[in-house]
Every structure is written in structure tokens, then in C-alpha cells.
């Protein structure tokens, strides 16, 4: 088949990567669609959204060049400008500091619904063709790009699909992108809560048998938690009453922050490790956690995604730049190759955190909190873990 394509670049889902992928590209003056299967609810101060992210400066970087970033900055976050991780088993504890990395803030605590909000907002100008409410229900792929039928009638024809349409994937399968998944048998449980001390601008974790639990500072008084329980746990957690809830809360933060209190509803997460074994088929990518859903513990899931933007618009640049064909050209499977083994490695690192330290066994009980201690007492390794967690080498 031989067929001429009609726009540049398609992208199916319109979370955070996908919106922000579609407003990366159609600033290198591509045609590009997004298409999303739900309306975005619009953001309010009063009704925050229980998933919040741990931002990184490069992402913020992302966003400032699609300009929505200082309007993100003013609305409502929180910068975080220390983190603290310790383990229940005792031993030693890793401390960042943005002072000592010459910086005012290691990143930012910000709501998903909120960072959706604007994207979208700021889309309406960027001139991308927006379908919303639609999904794709057939997929053709010829050897000049792809064709998409959707259910509102709508056919579109694109030289580039791109896959953001989330863990569950439908692009991803119509395009026969495999994955490889791993279950946790875990549950990332997320609420809002108040403290009786100050958060003191601070993302705490302490590492328990069951999994690690994060504390992430929100607004004055009010942190988010998330945190990784096994899944018959997370069940009795999610089911208990209030009180029962910040007993237990305050005594698994082992009172550091002092007495916990919930301050919204509970909603657990199933977590697993999930990386599709090519990002590229033909004319079609993965990105975001329609390439890889990786444990929240070192909350990095929709930073790696931005970063995957961030690669494909330069990729795609560059393409141009050369007069070559950016949908099908050697930078794509580089940028996928690289894409896929960072994304991989932290993947893996985040696998071997986990089992480290989501274990009573004695021998990593012994390891693991002279391990934090010695990290935290050589002071180029938080400086070198930061950084990369980060995103800035
Ligand atoms: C408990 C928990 C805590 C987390 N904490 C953090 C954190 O602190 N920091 C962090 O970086 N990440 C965190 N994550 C991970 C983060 O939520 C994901 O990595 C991120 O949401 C992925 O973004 P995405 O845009 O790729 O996919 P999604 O957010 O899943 O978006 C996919 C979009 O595609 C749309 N869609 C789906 N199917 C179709 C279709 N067929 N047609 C059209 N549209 C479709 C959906 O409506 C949705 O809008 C956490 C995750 C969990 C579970």
C-alpha cells in the first residue's frame, strides 16, 4: 500500500505526555493531532487532585519552553527543597539539600490535574487539531506513515503515530509493540494528610519491609503520601476507619513529622514494572507508560516520560534540520534505542530499591541502613544520585 499521509503526527492520549508531546512538536511547525478518549475535567483550588507528582527541573525546563510553566509555578506548587530517606530497620540516612547543590529547590510537588489543565488550555492556541472525546478503533499502517479510523467518524492519515495513551495501550497492541510485565503485587496507596509538625518543605521516605513510604510536602500543614503496601494490606488499609488510618499512618512515619491525619479520601494503585520491548514498529512510537510503567518509589513515572519528549523533539529537529524525513529516519530508532535503555536501566534500579528494602530478610536488613548511611556520608554520591534522578547530566 502506498498512500500519501495528511498530517505530520498523530498522537493518541492527551495526559501530561501526550499534551506536552503535542505542544513540543507543533512548535518545530509539524501538522499534529491529539486525540483523547476523555474530556479534560478542568482543575480547581478547591478540588485537588490525589495524584501529585515530584517535578524535576529539566521537565520544568520542558514546560517553560512550551510556556505554561510560570503560570503552573503561580497556581499551586511546592517546591521541595531537602529530602530525607531512612530506613525502619535503622542505620544511617541519605540527605539531599538544594543549598548544597546550589540550588533553591531539588524540584517541585505538583497535582496531575492541574499540570492537564494547563496544557490543555494553552493547546487551544498552539494550533494542533484537538479530537476529544474520540478513540481510535482501527489502525492501518502503510510504508509512508499510518491511517486512523475513529469512533466519531473522523479518518486521519499521519506520516508519525505516537503512542501516549497510557499503560493499558491500545495503539501499542494495534501496532504490535509487546510488553514484558512484571507485578509487584503491591499497591501504591495515595490520600492527603495534615502533620502536627511543619513538613519543612521537605520529600521524606522511610523505607518499611512492606514497602517505602513517601511523604511529599503540598501546602502549608498538608503532604501527600504514597505509599507501597502489599496488596492484602493496602485492601485492610483503604477499608479501615479513620482513626485506625492515622494511627497507623503516624506510627509507620515513626513520628517523625509527628501525628498523622488523613485529610481526603484513600486511592490505592496496582503497581508493576511494565517495558515494551521495542518503542518503534514502522511508522508508529511508544512513549510515557505506553513504553514504560515503572515502581513509584523514586516517583519518576511521568518524569521519564517528559524526557522521552524532550528526546523526540530534538530528534525530530535535527531531522529536519538535515532535510531528511523525520517519520522515518535513523534519529528515531536512536532516539528509541537510547529512550529505551535509560528508561530500562532506571526501570531495573528502581526493581532492585524495592527488593532491597521491601524485605524482612536478615541479610538486607543488615545492608540496607549502613547502605543510606555510607551514601549519605560520601557527599558526591547524593550530589550524583540527585542529579540524575534530576535529569540534569
Ligand atoms: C501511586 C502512583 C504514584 C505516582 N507518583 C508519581 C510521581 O510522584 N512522579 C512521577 O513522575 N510519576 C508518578 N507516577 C506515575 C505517573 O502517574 C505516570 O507515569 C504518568 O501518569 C504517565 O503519563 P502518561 O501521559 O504516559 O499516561 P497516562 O497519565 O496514563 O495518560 C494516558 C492518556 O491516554 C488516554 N487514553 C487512553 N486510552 C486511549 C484511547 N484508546 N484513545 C484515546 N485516548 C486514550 C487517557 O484518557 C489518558 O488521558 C505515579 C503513579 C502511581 C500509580
Redesign the pocket.
Known sequence: MNRRAGIDVAI????????ACAHALAALDLEVAL????E?PRWSPDNPDL??????PDNAALLDGIGIWRDVEATRTQPYRRMRVWDSAGGGELAFDADAFGRSELGWIIE?GLL?DRLWTALSTAGVQLHVP???EALEQHEQGVRLQLDDGVRIDARLLIA????????RSLAGLDVATHDYAQR???AYIRTEHAHQETAWQRFLPGGPL?V?PCSEGRSSI?WTLPDSEAARLLGVDDGTFDRELTRAFDLRLGAMRVDSKRV????RRQLAQRYVQDRVIA????AH??H?LA???????LRDVAALRDALREARARGVDFAGSQRLTRWARTRRSENAAAAYAFDGLNRLFSSDGVAPSLLRGPLLGLAGKIPVLPYALWRRAAGLE
Not at 501516549?164 to 495503539?171: F, L, M, V
Not at 512513549?287 to 505506553?290: E, V, Y
Open positions: 493518541v492520549g492527551g495526559a501530561v505526555v501526550g499534551a486525540i483523547e478518549a476523555v479534560p495524584r501529585v507528582y515530584a517535578f524535576a496531575h492537564v474520540a478513540r481510535v501516549a495513551d497510557g499503560a493499558g495501550s491500545t495503539i501504591g496507596l495515595v513517601a511529599l504514597v490505592a494503585f496496582p503497581l512513549i510515557g507508560d505506553a510503567v515503572v513509584p516517583g519518576q513515572g511521568v518524569n521519564l516520560g
